[in-house]
């Protein structure tokens, strides 16, 4: 199982990079990774000023409870590269590259960032990449782009301006985000990586943002990017396996591990077929329970899988 699988991405939390307030309370917020974020939060006349205050925060910020992506401007706008230029000296997890339409220009943040840790003397792919895909031709692309660099770890889809490009209203069903989603989640998967929902803007309506978060998480997403801090607590909240869930796949690890010890792949459990697959599900749901401090337990996946 890749390692990025069960690392966990649940809750990336949007904080406005020229907002000191918010900036501040980062090392509190109780979300897996935060997104700083230099475009569409900060208005052309504070660009300047934004970046001074997300670096020095970066810098102070040593002791990290989470990871911090920056969310610089578009690669082909005038701030995109002084973004990086200010921001990567103080070391941040990696960048949110916006307007990921194609996977070249994926791959050039990625010739920048090797440019900028050769100078720094920083291991060569240090900085990731969490490419926005958030337009009609993104999405067609996202296949390709999800796999043009190993810097790149989750793609992340965003709603708002894809509805935009496609020239349709989004709602709070969703059924017209449906293909673009499924094709996000097709293409991290196909590539060993993760996949970041869109934000949910309402946040008075918690009702529907659960609704929301229960669907992405049946489609495959590992997470979403939020808005608001009251976010956070109802998505670890659902994207949490249940105590059946933890307890029947507790059950299919042992059945294997039975199996093992008489040489076959394949047990019945209650009466139902326990084989690779239901296998691999079940250390998914037991590796994520174990990551968010829900059980202790030791997985042997030599165990599971068999030795060669």
């Not at 979300?31 to 974020?37: A, K, L, T």
């Not at 590992?222 to 059946?244: D, M, V, W």
């Not at 199996?259 to 076959?264: K, L």
Request: charged share 30%; with cysteine; hydrophobic share 40%.
């Amino acid at each position: 199982m890749n390692k990025e699988e069960v690392k966990l991405r649940r809750s990336f939390l949007y904080v406005p990079g020229n907002m000191p307030s918010m900036i501040q309370n980062v090392p509190i917020f109780t979300c897996d990774g935060v997104f700083i974020d230099l475009e569409d939060a900060v208005p052309l006349s504070e660009k300047d000023a934004a970046r001074e205050l997300v670096t020095k925060f970066i810098e102070t910020y040593k002791d990290r409870n989470k990871e911090v992506f920056v969310r610089i401007n578009a690669l082909d706008t005038e701030w995109g590269y002084d973004d990086l230029v200010k921001v990567l000296p103080a070391k941040p997890d990696g960048i949110r590259l916006p307007k990921a339409d194609t996977p070249e220009i994926v791959e050039r943040l990625d010739t920048l960032l090797t440019e900028f840790e050769e100078e720094l003397k920083l291991e060569i792919g240090t900085f990731k990449i969490i490419p926005s895909i958030e337009s009609a031709q993104g999405v067609i692309n996202c296949i390709k782009t999800a796999r043009c660099s190993d810097r790149v770890i989750a793609l992340a889809f965003g709603a708002e301006d894809y509805t935009a490009s496609m020239e349709i209203e989004r709602t709070k069903s969703g059924e017209e985000l449906f293909h673009a989603r499924t094709r996000v989640i097709w293409a991290a998967k196909a590539a060993g990586i993760q996949a970041l929902d869109t934000i949910f803007a309402d946040v008075s309506d918690m009702e529907s943002f659960a609704k929301e978060v229960r669907l992405i998480k049946t489609l495959g997403f590992s997470g979403k990017s939020l808005i608001n801090p009251r976010q956070i607590e109802l998505i670890h909240e659902i994207f949490a396996p249940t105590a059946e869930e933890i307890d029947y796949a507790k059950q299919v690890v042992e059945a294997i591990i039975k199996a093992r010890a008489m040489g076959t792949g394949v047990i019945s459990l209650n009466g139902k077929m326990v084989d690779a697959p239901v296998v691999k599900r079940a250390t998914r749901v037991i590796k994520s329970a174990i990551s968010q401090g829900l059980i202790e337990y030791e997985l042997d996946d030599e165990v599971i899988y068999g030795s060669k």
